[in-house]
């Protein structure tokens, strides 16, 4: 019933409602049906009706938005309340326009698959189910695909709420006492990024068994003495005291013996760094 009859209607729903037995007299406009504490999700189906209103029932789809669209009213944010919750913000936008008290009444049609993604630099990218329970965690997701990819950057796992928002953790934050406390929602999506040392190398030259690039590690660390290991430490010719470390066109000269016998304060490189081994002269 429309605003423009609202006058006739007060008088007619005042005495109807004088007529009543308190208890159905009290009774709210709204249906509470029985899953009415299921919180809606991104691709719930969702069928409204309104008492006496034909024109205005509908089974609508949930978007990724959270929206859903509905006659006259237009689009509802709904998603992530629960089904009474927006039974009643949709009851109130029609009541505050358009209805007097309108008898809304708001159930599932059909209920989103319910899954998670994990993708990027994992070892098994792809979908997750949620457990019957429909409790999943971060911890769990991650142990699930297998753990990160030898080129994941560790402190590069985003989050995207499928309701919005998107927040970053590093491993150890995943596998740390929070992990599980990381509460996963049908929709979401993982994204483990890439290092952003992938790909990128220092230069060993000189009296090293293997002169040539040696590629930097995803974890961003790499010193002295691991890049002359791998690239087959020093030969019986080189010179430990006189290694240089050219760092973007400045040279550093250090004492490669004394460096690798201080284990606790490592000479750490950086990417494009070119360390030359000089030969002993007899």
Known sequence: MFKSDHTIMRLILALAIALLPTSMATE???TAPADSSYVLRPNDAVRLSVYEEPDLSVSVRILTTGEASFPLIGSVKIGGLSVAAATRKI??????????????TLTIDGYADQH???????KNPG??????AGQLDMASAMATVGG??????????????????????????????N???????????????RSPYVGLTVMILGQVGKPGPIG??????LDLVTAISMSGGLTPL?????????????????????ISQRGDQPYMLQPDDVITVAERIF
């Open 238 to 258: 080189a010179n430990p005291k006189k290694v240089t470390i050219n760092r973007k066109g400045k040279s550093t000269t250090v004492d490669y013996r004394e």
């Open 28 to 30: 709210e406009n709204t």
């Open 148 to 177: 990160l990819a030898e080129d994941a950057n560790a402190k590069g796992i985003q989050l995207v709420r499928a309701l919005g928002g998107t927040s970053t953790y590093s491993l150890a934050d995943v596998q740390g006492a």
């Open 116 to 122: 998670i993604w994990v993708i990027g630099a994992v």
């Open 216 to 221: 930097f590690p995803a974890s961003g660390r």
């Open 127 to 132: 979908q997750i189910p949620i457990p019957a």
């Open 179 to 193: 992990g599980s406390r990381i509460r996963l929602e049908a929709g979401d999506r993982i994204i483990v990024q």
């Open 91 to 104: 009851h109130e936008l029609y009541a505050k326009d358009y209805l007097v008290d309108p008898k809304v």
